[in-house]
T-cell receptor
Framework: NAGVIQTPRHKVTGKGQEATLWCEPI?????VFWYRQTIVQGLEFLTY????????DSGMPKERFSAQMPNQSHSTLKIQSTQPQDSAVYLC??????????FGPGTRLTVL | GEKVEQHESTLSVREGDSAVINCTYT??????FPWYKQEAGKSLHFVID?????DRKQSQRLIVLLDKKAKRFSLHITATQPEDSAIYFC????????????FGQGTKLSIKP
């Protein structure tokens, strides 16, 4: 069991560029969550899929952020026109049924 | 919306003593309360959880207490060891949120020899 896999581990973009973050959940886990972590805001929920269907995107900034789960083996978080305030560690987690969420190592996004 | 407050931002205890981290929540519908540990430069690692149908749960040196009336829960780490040093996050989730976790701000626990 490799755990939740996130790629890339680090990404640096220029202001206004696009960033795509990838997450591979633990095999068999039906739910995938995205969070982001900053020193100032702490851990914030972004969005959640269950059985590939979007369930809750209440934490997603509406204009530039989007997430998809095209199949059960991966999810993507896309940020268009990145801004310095998007700099954060983006964490993906997966869950089997109603049990605990397992977090990946995160992608550290730096927007210059 | 739901808020989770973690009362201690830092906590320092001597090795072998007990550490207690306290959290409160606002949503009476909250029913699931996990705790996560984050070591320096690493991601979140699940340590223990409690559901609202019980008020106490123990796993080895970890004890979680839940007081639903006060909307308060706490993590007790007994016989602390140097490897317990980390940032600990409490979180809450309700049935209607279907698993979305709302996190506290974190407590940096230092174990001193």
């Amino acid at each position: 069991n490799a755990g939740v896999i996130q790629t890339p581990r680090h990404k640096v973009t220029g202001k206004g560029q696009e960033a795509t973050l990838w997450c591979e959940p633990i095999s068999g886990h039906s739910a995938v969550f995205w969070y982001r972590q900053t020193i100032v805001q702490g851990l914030e929920f972004l969005t959640y899929f269950r059985n590939q269907a979007p369930i809750d995107d209440s934490g997603m900034p509406k204009e530039r952020f989007s997430a998809q789960m095209p199949n059960q083996s991966h999810s993507t978080l896309k940020i268009q026109s990145t801004q310095p305030q998007d700099s954060a560690v983006y964490l993906c987690a997966s869950r089997l049924g109603g049990r605990e969420q397992y977090f990946g190592p995160g992608t550290r996004l730096t927007v210059l | 919306g739901e808020k989770v407050e973690q009362h201690e931002s830092t906590l320092s205890v001597r090795e072998g003593d007990s550490a207690v981290i306290n959290c409160t929540y606002t949503d009476t519908a909250s029913s699931y309360f996990p705790w996560y540990k984050q070591e320096a430069g690493k991601s979140l690692h699940f340590v223990i959880d409690i559901r609202s149908n019980v008020d106490r749960k123990q796993s080895q040196r970890l004890i979680v207490l839940l007081d639903k009336k006060a909307k308060r829960f706490s993590l007790h780490i007994t016989a602390t060891q140097p490897e317990d040093s980390a940032i600990y996050f409490c979180a809450a989730s309700s049935n209607y949120n279907q698993g979305k976790l709302i996190f506290g701000q974190g407590t940096k626990l230092s174990i001193k020899p």
